[in-house]
């Protein structure tokens, strides 16, 4: 997907969206998510800021952009987001709903300079409805779609997955997909559109098979009780004598067969398809991981198909051979952080790149008409203030 009239990608960039231009202006959470993976795949992204607000020096989020300040309360700020706007393919934006529009930057108003513009909304509760315009953070919007009352132990209150699920699985994650639709769209219409990605919305979606589960009486709402929520004793995370933990996912038969096996269970454990029997299976399992460490047991089914893994700290993580093997984890100038994903076999993506500081050449380089004037109001700012 490369981009219709506009110049080159800036020098050395590539990746399968090479020449796709994307417009982010700047907030936090989801949003700048979703633009840090467009721009690992390698469009230009431009995060635009506020003078005195620049990404900081380890927000991983911003990996890969350009940036530039504009102050949106000048009475040329909202004319140099529209010039910007002018020249892409892709705006992203975070506020509540109503806000763009009183900037004087909302899709309407992108529009009229640029229709074939995709104007991707990022938001918890979404465009409408009794909570639009409500406040809000990843653990409510996981909450009211279901996701949040789903994780956790039997007898246990729900486990908050970080912000995980939603803000960046149900929000960022469908953003990114919504824009591209647009640009796939736009180029065979000509007309952008809005993409509207709730996180309520995105995080319900991720839910689907949870969903078809419970309709046909195979997940029922009380927690740890179901095949996937630890429920099953061969599918949970069991201590090791170190305190440590392993991770165990052995639901097909004959994966759990060899599980048996190299616990040296085989013939000693009642028949786990019986509910009834997943008390005595639990604790029986949990008895014999308590007896070695973590890294015994990581010896011991290294290799093999039972389906367990050591659970790794991020740091831990790092040095792990099948991710250092697959270059999952790097560390450009000594920062760990992921590489992009996924991996494209034509188009490869570009090795993440440093957070950028505020440098107006981006102006000269999309060939912003007007951009010397623009500069020199005061509107934008070259450089941090």
Aim: proline share 9%; with cysteine.
């Amino acid at each position: 997907m490369t981009a219709e009239g506009h110049g080159g990608p800036p020098a050395g960039q590539n990746g399968p969206l090479a020449g796709v231009r994307v417009v982010e202006l700047a907030g936090i959470g989801p949003a700048p998510f979703c633009a840090m993976l467009l721009a690992d795949l390698g469009a230009d992204v431009v995060r635009v800021g506020r003078p005195g607000g620049g990404p900081g020096e380890h927000d991983l989020l911003d990996r890969g952009k350009r940036a530039i300040s504009v102050d949106l309360k000048h009475e040329r700020g909202p004319a140099s987001v529209l010039a910007l706007a002018e020249q892409a393919d892709v705006l992203i934006e975070g506020f509540r709903p109503g806000v763009a529009e009183r900037l004087g930057v909302g899709p309407e108003q992108c529009w009229e300079v640029n229709p074939r513009l995709v104007y991707g909304r990022m938001t918890g509760w979404g465009q409408d409805g009794p909570l639009a315009s409500n406040a809000g953070h990843d653990v409510g919007y996981i909450a009211l779609t279901g996701m949040l009352h789903a994780i956790g132990r039997k007898g246990g209150p729900p486990q908050v997955p970080a912000n995980l699920l939603g803000d960046f699985g149900g929000g960022s994650l469908y953003l990114a997909v919504g824009v591209l639709a647009g640009v796939l769209q736009a180029r065979a219409g000509g007309r952008g559109q809005v993409v509207d990605a709730a996180i309520v919305d995105g995080a319900a979606h991720l839910g689907s098979m949870l969903f078809g589960m419970a309709n046909a009486g195979a997940w029922n709402t009380e927690r740890g009780t179901n095949l996937l929520d630890t429920g099953a004793p061969y599918y949970d995370v069991y201590e090791t004598s170190d305190g440590e933990h392993m991770a165990v996912g052995a639901l097909e038969p004959q994966f759990y067969a060899e599980l048996l096996e190299r616990l040296g269970l085989t013939g000693q454990v009642p028949d786990r398809d019986d509910p009834a029997n997943w008390p005595e299976l639990r604790n029986k399992l949990a008895e014999v991981f308590a007896q070695r460490t973590r890294a015994a047991w990581t010896e011991v089914f290294d290799g093999s198909d039972a389906c367990v893994s050591p659970v790794l700290s991020m740091t831990e993580a790092a040095d792990h051979p099948h991710l250092n093997a697959r270059g999952t984890l790097v560390r450009p100038d000594g920062v760990l952080q992921p590489a992009p994903a996924p991996r494209f076999s034509s188009t490869p993506t570009p090795p993440p790149r440093p957070v950028p500081s505020p440098d107006a050449a981006v102006l000269a380089d999309w060939q912003v008409p007007g951009a010397d004037d623009l500069l020199s109001s005061g509107a934008i700012h070259g450089k941090e203030a």
